[in-house]
């Protein structure tokens, strides 16, 4: 197990994909680590791998369910509070993606459920063991600010919890609260958006890791604005 030292990140969908790649560098640099994921199989495989490294808490559940969000909660008072919360977990919706005149509006629903209102319900519920010099990261999308056919339910999802984000950025102008876009990656997101195609031309999720780990200062350099970034295009300190 690494060395440890007094850093909590509360991760959500961390059982792949981006969630498990960030969640990966953070515990080789002795962060400790509460994760969560719909899927209780996929998590605890995670769980096990990431508890050679690091304390780790995993709790499978849908964030947009209250009680979940509420163990959540508990997790963060009993690990003393967290220095980043990484709003990850979302829901892509139909695959294929259908057109928005045939989007199914109880899926849509689920959608925001899960990319926007979610995320701020989350922060409301850890915001009072959030230390002080806490980092708050929403993932989003560059699908939040193009227009892509096809992508309606998703993107305008996005979109939505790109401007929250800001808002709440000129609200707690104390805070460091960023909105990233980690760029096309090789997930199984992507791949059940592109039913039936070959996306392995896509980076991997760790191609973003570097920037997100430059957002969350483990460097221990001082924090960047807030604002939104793309986490590729972030500086990134040699280490």
Same mark, same amino acid.
């Given at each position: /197990?690494?060395?440890?030292?007094?850093?909590?990140?509360?991760?959500?969908?961390?059982?792949? #994909?981006? #969630?498990?790649?960030?969640?990966?560098?953070?515990?080789?640099?002795?962060?400790?680590?509460?994760?969560?994921?719909?899927?209780?199989?996929?998590?605890?495989?995670?769980?096990?791998?990431?508890?050679?490294?690091?304390?780790?808490?995993?709790?499978?559940?849908?964030?947009?369910?209250?009680?979940?969000?509420?163990?959540?909660?508990?997790?963060?008072?009993?690990?003393?509070?967290?220095?980043?919360?990484?709003?990850?977990?979302?829901?892509?919706?139909?695959?294929?993606?259908?057109?928005?005149?045939?989007?199914?509006?109880?899926?849509?629903?689920?959608?925001?459920?899960?990319?926007?209102?979610?995320?701020?319900?989350?922060?409301?519920?850890?915001?009072?063991?959030?230390?002080?010099?806490?980092?708050?990261?929403?993932?989003?999308?560059?699908?939040?600010?193009?227009?892509?056919?096809?992508?309606?339910?998703?993107?305008?999802?996005?979109?939505?919890?790109?401007?929250?984000?800001?808002?709440? !950025?000129?609200?707690?102008?104390?805070?460091?609260?960023?909105?990233?876009?980690?760029?096309?990656?090789?997930?199984? /997101?992507?791949?059940?958006?592109?039913?039936?195609?070959?996306?392995?031309?896509?980076?991997?999720?760790?191609? !973003?890791?570097?920037?997100?780990?430059?957002?969350? #200062?483990?460097?221990?350099?001082?924090?960047?604005?807030?604002?939104?970034?793309? !986490?590729?295009?972030?500086?990134?300190?040699?280490?």
């Amino acid at each position: /197990m690494a060395n440890e030292i007094n850093h909590t990140a509360l991760i959500t969908g961390a059982s792949r #994909g981006l #969630g498990l790649a960030l969640a990966r560098a953070l515990a080789g640099r002795g962060w400790r680590l509460i994760v969560d994921a719909r899927g209780t199989a996929a998590l605890e495989t995670a769980r096990a791998e990431l508890a050679q490294r690091t304390r780790v808490a995993a709790i499978a559940g849908d964030i947009t369910d209250p009680s979940h969000r509420e163990a959540l909660g508990s997790a963060v008072k009993a690990a003393g509070g967290i220095d980043a919360l990484v709003n990850n977990a979302s829901l892509l919706g139909p695959s294929p993606q259908p057109a928005l005149l045939e989007y199914p509006i109880g899926t849509l629903a689920q959608v925001y459920a899960t990319n926007v209102i979610a995320p701020l319900a989350l922060l409301q519920v850890v915001m009072g063991n959030l230390k002080p010099d806490a980092r708050i990261v929403n993932v989003t999308s560059d699908a939040g600010v193009e227009a892509y056919a096809g992508w309606g339910g998703y993107g305008s999802s996005k979109a939505a919890l790109e401007h929250l984000t800001a808002i709440l !950025a000129a609200e707690n102008p104390d805070r460091h609260i960023y909105w990233v876009d980690p760029g096309d990656m090789n997930t199984h /997101m992507l791949q059940e958006a592109y039913p039936g195609e070959d996306v392995s031309d896509r980076a991997l999720p760790d191609a !973003a890791v570097p920037g997100l780990l430059a957002l969350l #200062g483990v460097d221990g350099s001082p924090p960047l604005p807030s604002g939104r970034y793309a !986490a590729r295009e972030i500086e990134v300190a040699h280490e």
